[in-house]
């Protein structure tokens, strides 16, 4: 069963640090990663997606990399700003169709 | 670009009532999924559909049933409401049922159970 990890739940950092996000996960025969963001009382705004084959993704200020065989994704965020508060899931999809997330980690970036 | 539509936004129902929530996919997704998220919980996979039929399932009371209609769009019934079903309900749509491709997700219905 996969089993989706995400420390620490929460981090507040001054604006304009690089930042990285862990995620780990059990179950190494994973398909994809995805990484989402969502605003509190808000929807689910996916990131970035992962496959298998592939090792990272980038888009603008985001990058994500995954290694397989030790069970870890992780999310860079450069030059943070108080707009990336946020908090971020990470979400695993293995042999079937289900996303397994992980709790999130929420994000505060202060001016 | 269009994005998986969730009706309604907002549902405010009493104990022992029932709520249909509705999802209509991106135009030429085949394959639809229900998420909930309770307060302060990560989403829990519900369950997903694929051409019209479902294909897996998770954790999801049997007071609760899901349809996928031929027009790909789906709607989830929630029978004898209790306090716990208040959360939020996502809907996701992807290209089709393989485990490469991305899920986009709806902004979710907001179900209320008084």
């Known amino acids: 069963k996969q089993e989706v990890t995400q420390i620490p739940a929460a981090l507040s950092v001054p604006e304009g640090e690089n930042l990285v996000l862990n995620c780990s996960f059990t179950?190494?025969?994973?398909?994809?990663l995805q990484w989402f963001r969502q605003d509190p009382g808000k929807g689910l705004t996916s990131l970035l997606l992962?496959?298998?084959?592939?090792r990272e993704q980038t888009s603008g200020r985001l990058n994500a990399s995954l290694d397989k065989s030790s069970g870890r994704s992780t999310l860079y965020i450069a030059a943070s700003q108080p707009g990336d508060s946020a908090t971020y899931l990470c979400?695993?999809?293995?042999?079937?169709?289900?996303?397994?997330f992980g709790k999130g980690m929420k994000l505060t970036v202060n001016p | 670009a269009a994005g998986v539509i969730q009706s309604p936004r907002h549902l405010i129902k009493e104990k022992r009532e029932t709520a249909t929530l509705k999802c209509y996919p991106i135009?030429?997704?085949?394959?639809v999924y229900w998420y909930q998220q309770g307060p302060g919980q990560d989403p829990q996979f519900l369950i997903s559909?694929?051409?019209?039929?479902?294909?897996d399932k998770g954790s999801i009371p049997d007071r609760f049933s899901a349809q996928q209609f031929s027009d790909y769009h789906s709607e989830l019934n929630m029978s004898s409401l209790e306090l716990g079903d208040s959360a939020l309900y996502f809907c996701?749509?992807?290209?089709?049922?393989?485990?490469?491709?991305?899920?986009?997700f709806g902004p979710g219905t907001r179900l209320t159970v008084l």
């Open positions: 996701a749509s992807s290209f089709t049922r393989q485990s490469t491709d991305t899920q986009y």
């Open positions: 559909f694929y051409e019209k039929m479902q294909s």
């Open positions: 135009p030429r997704h085949d394959t």
């Open positions: 179950d190494s025969a994973i398909y994809n």
């Open positions: 992962i496959q298998s084959s592939q």
């Open positions: 979400a695993g999809q293995g042999g079937s169709e289900k996303l397994v």
